[in-house]
């Protein structure tokens, strides 16, 4: 087993700015600066964020099938998409549970761009490699990934580049920044209007340099990257889903497009539909829900959740303070049943009680640019 810590091509401005380096994903990986985590997330809501995801795998799917072979592993309408239009997308095993969660974008007529989780990346390539016989499937591996997320992000890459001021949520364009050739997508994963630019490794960090030399900008580390992400509700691969959760159970039934359900024009057709239609048919034992916390001690992953009686009806798999809430929160999976807005339930954390709520997510109002 290969256990060397891979280093982003921003590894050296990590460093020099103050980064706490861990171990990420394979990766050495900021998790936050001197400013720290609280700061770093109130700047991201209220300015522009940086953060360094170029530990996360950039590929391209290519063939004159495409669009239909990735429909078989992906239960979204590939064949609908326009180009340069993205989609959020879970990739299903033949038992319906998520291999991975990534975000596919049409560059042209039979030609996908996916970013994928880190952790994921070599077996999301090798399940790829084996269903979608006929495409041609590149790592990009000399590619670098920023996310510029924040309610000033569109006023600023809009001054560099006046093209993306045309730009919507979930669409992209080929434009330059500081000359350097960017593919830039308006997307996130904050649930701030923002924007993901894949630029070349070599490029990466004078395109960073350059973007903090702005005074709205500050880089920010994966510890405020989590507190954003959970604050918006947003699913951690490994923590509130993974290849034993189905996206019915993971309350993720809106990545599953209407017309891939039952009744739709090209129902099924993916791996693991019989189970992932019959879950939306007949219901789940256990599904995933928000919660909020009565009083200030946090309630991290791996809490048990009981009901009056005392008997175990869920486990946290995210939960903290959000620093934008000034309260904390957290999702779970609760047995069916338990999963009422509104019902409480106890956490048990080292030996304590903590009163919980289950509540609707987004904790806080999603900002996407939609025009």
């Known amino acids: 087993m290969n256990n060397e810590v891979r280093k982003t091509p921003l590894y050296a401005l990590h460093e020099e700015l103050g980064g706490k380096?861990?171990?990420?994903?394979?990766?050495?990986?900021?998790?936050?600066?001197?400013?720290?985590?609280?700061?770093?997330?109130?700047?991201?809501?209220?300015?522009?964020?940086?953060?360094?995801?170029?530990?996360?795998?950039?590929?391209?799917v290519r063939g004159s099938d495409a669009a239909s072979a990735l429909e078989k592993l992906l239960p979204i309408d590939v064949q609908g998409l326009a180009i340069n239009q993205q989609c959020y997308a879970v990739m299903t095993s033949e038992t319906g549970g998520i291999l991975d969660d990534l975000i596919i974008t049409r560059w042209a007529e039979n030609e996908f761009f996916l970013v994928v989780n880190a952790a994921t990346a070599a077996a999301d390539i090798a399940h790829l490699q084996q269903h979608l016989r006929g495409c041609d499937i590149r790592v990009?591996?000399?590619?670098?990934?920023?996310?510029?997320?924040?309610?000033?992000?569109?006023?600023?890459?809009?001054?560099?580049?006046?093209?993306?001021?045309?730009?919507?949520?979930?669409?992209?364009?080929?434009?330059?920044?500081?000359?350097?050739?960017?593919?830039?997508?308006?997307?996130?994963?904050?649930?701030?209007?923002?924007?993901?630019?894949?630029?070349?490794?070599?490029?990466?960090?004078?395109?960073?340099?350059?973007?903090?030399?702005?005074?709205?900008?500050?880089?920010i580390g994966l510890g405020a990257r989590d507190t954003l992400r959970l604050e918006a509700g947003l699913c951690l691969y490994g923590n509130d889903m993974d290849r034993d959760t189905t996206p019915v159970e993971a309350s993720?039934?809106?990545?599953?497009?209407?017309?891939?359900?039952?009744?739709?024009?090209?129902?099924?057709?993916?791996?693991?539909?019989d189970v992932v239609l019959g879950q939306i048919a007949e219901g789940v034992a256990r599904k995933r829900v928000g919660f909020s916390v009565q009083g200030k001690i946090p309630v991290r992953a791996g809490?048990?959740?009981?009901?009056?009686?005392?008997?175990?009806?869920?486990?946290?798999?995210?939960?903290?303070?959000?620093?934008?809430?000034?309260?904390?929160?957290?999702?779970?999976?609760v047995?069916?049943?338990?999963?009422?807005?509104?019902?409480?339930?106890?956490?048990?954390?080292?030996?304590?009680?903590?009163?919980?709520?289950?509540?609707?997510?987004?904790?806080?109002?999603?900002r996407y640019y939609r025009g």
């Not at 993720?252 to 057709?269: H, P, T, V, Y």
């Not at 807005?341 to 109002?365: E, H, N």
């Open 140 to 219: 990009l591996g000399q590619q670098a990934l920023l996310a510029v997320q924040g309610p000033m992000a569109g006023e600023l890459i809009g001054e560099l580049a006046p093209a993306t001021r045309a730009l919507t949520f979930m669409h992209g364009a080929r434009v330059e920044l500081f000359g350097e050739d960017c593919y830039v997508t308006r997307s996130g994963y904050t649930g701030e209007d923002g924007f993901e630019i894949s630029v070349a490794a070599s490029a990466v960090e004078r395109v960073a340099r350059n973007l903090l030399n702005d005074g709205r900008v500050q880089m």
């Open 335 to 366: 047995d069916r049943g338990y999963e009422k807005i509104g019902t409480s339930l106890q956490a048990l954390v080292r030996g304590r009680s903590i009163p919980i709520v289950v509540a609707k997510t987004p904790f806080v109002p999603q």
């Open 21 to 60: 380096m861990v171990p990420f994903a394979g990766y050495a990986m900021p998790i936050q600066y001197r400013a720290g985590i609280v700061q770093e997330h109130l700047h991201t809501r209220e300015a522009v964020g940086m953060f360094d995801v170029s530990h996360m795998g950039q590929l391209v």
């Open 252 to 273: 993720l039934l809106w990545s599953i497009a209407k017309s891939r359900r039952a009744d739709g024009a090209k129902a099924g057709g993916f791996l693991g539909a």
């Open 303 to 333: 809490a048990d959740l009981i009901d009056e009686a005392g008997n175990v009806v869920g486990k946290v798999t995210s939960g903290g303070y959000g620093p934008t809430l000034g309260a904390a929160v957290g999702m779970a999976y």
